[in-house]
């Protein structure tokens, strides 16, 4: 793909950049009207650590989520810029803003690095391509979403000083910086050290130069990308003991199944990223079960997911005597989404948008260097044109999904029906107006979709509380603690429920293990003290 009237020579890399940056901005500057949606409420809204924070350092040990919804997450970066907005102003409309800044210096950053390992042309064609891909809107029009936009920033700001540093060592320092930020704002950048030796070993194939060559001229590169994971993982052991790379539990399907299996099982799943990265047209707010389901039989889509990726791999190869940028696309889309494949580690999250933030740029790379292999100069500026224009205009119709809180219900509901998710939110609106049964079988059958998920459960339980239902309350509340036993909310509910349903013994039993769990959670020992205190126990303090 080339731009009319444009040559190799004329062009700029920082032209390149300058354009993808301003495509970027262009497309997603109306979220800035948007408000704070989902979970923008609990890690940035209603989290008085960001507003006022008593200390920096009280921030920068924080984790990610607040910790009665299990915090396991250790992203500094992400948080600390939050509570620097706060400084500024309050007004979602800022924290949007400052997203938009964000989208477009990563666009205009990767725009570079396509510059540098290839050429201007392809730099400009994946840096606009990338800038308006609709699968970005989730990332960018959501706050909570920085930590994808923080994440990529400190990836290519670590690559341009990979690429750099050939010509001068103090680009070594950005390398360093980059992988910091990059590390601090999602553990996901644990991948960069892969990325930077397959962005080097690439340009150095391209140049004539033997592999070999090559990844000599690469380690000293992807020592310096490592070093800051390094003692990110280090540090986050001291100051967040049991960190993980994931909040939650795991999404049915997926518990105990060894590495090939999650891999077999995952196999139709990703037929959904490649549709997702090549052909957006259809976006969801949700790809939870059942709307996606892990299945470990032998089915059509997963032959047929085989097939397409060998394919693929195949005629990247094939490709190489003209040009080695579809290869090497290739391998960044699996290296980048691996974290999130569950294959390598299981998480909650089956598929979601923002998660292939970082992946589309190697699959706009991809598609933009076949497209230059293989179709002619004049063909190649209308396609261009068209995917600009065709991406734009579907990101824009998007964005409205994250305004507030009711247009993104009413998104989830319409795109995925089927989702517990929907399943869930549909309950709650029937429990809201005084439809018992339907709000009743509608969380069940959340309960059945996603079944070791504990939000639903916790949900159904507090509706038998208001109810008077103390024993199947207890049920889904001891439920609830054995999918995720790190939430305090079934924690401080168990113990008052058992007690008023009679069950006098395990109250105590499990108020004392509450406040073991939670010393320093005020709630945990309200609900605690009222047990023991009724049961004549030693009250415990918070």
Known sequence: MTVPGRSTARLLPWHAAAI?????????????????????????EQRPLLRYPPSIAAVLAAPFWPPSFGGRLWRPAVLASFALDYRVSANPSWFHFVNVVWAALVAAALALVASLVADQRIGLATGLLFAVHPVHVEAVANVVGRAELLAAAGYALALIGALRAERNRGWLAGLVLGSALGIASKEHAATLPAAVLLLVLGRGITRGESWRTSVRSAWPL?????????????????????????????????????????????????????????????????????????????????????????????????????????LVGLGWVVITIAPVSNVLVPTELLVAERTLYLPSWGAMLAIVATVSALVPSGVRQTLLAIAVIGGAWRSLTRIPVWRDE???????????????????????????????????????????????????KEDLAWRYITAGYWRPAA????????????????????????????????????????????????????????????????????
């Open 406 to 456: 009711q247009s993104n219900i009413e998104a989830l509901k319409r795109d995925a029906p089927n989702s517990y998710r929907s399943l869930w939110q549909e309950g709650r609106e029937a429990f809201d107006a005084g439809h018992w049964g339907s709000g009743e079988r509608l969380l069940r059958e959340a309960i059945v979709a996603a079944p070791q998920i504990p939000g639903p």
């Open 222 to 326: 992807v020592a310096g990308a490592t070093l800051p994971i390094v003692a990110y993982f280090g540090v986050r052991s001291l100051v967040l003991p049991g960190g993980a790379f994931a909040s939650g539990g795991l999404a049915p399907g997926l518990g105990g199944l060894s590495l090939i299996g999650r891999a077999w099982g995952m196999a139709p799943l990703s037929l959904v990223w490649l549709r997702l990265l090549v052909a957006p047209a259809h976006l969801s707010a949700d790809y939870s079960p059942a709307f996606a389901t892990v299945s470990t039989a032998i089915t059509p889509w997963h032959l047929a997911a085989i097939a397409i990726w060998l394919a693929l791999a195949w005629g990247a190869w094939r490709l190489r005597h003209r040009t080695w940028w579809p």
């Open 475 to 542: 049920d889904l509340l001891a439920g609830a603690i054995a999918d995720d036993s790190s939430r305090s909310r079934p924690w401080i509910e168990l113990p008052l429920v058992l007690l008023t349903a009679g069950d006098t013994a395990r109250a105590v039993a499990i108020a004392q293990a509450a406040v073991a769990r939670f010393p320093g959670d005020s709630a945990v020992a309200r609900s605690a003290g009222a047990v023991l205190g009724a049961s004549n126990q030693a009250t415990p303090r918070p």
């Open 20 to 44: 993808a940056g301003l495509a970027a901005a262009l497309v997603s500057a109306p979220s800035i009207r948007n408000g704070f949606v989902r979970d923008d409420h609990w890690v940035v």
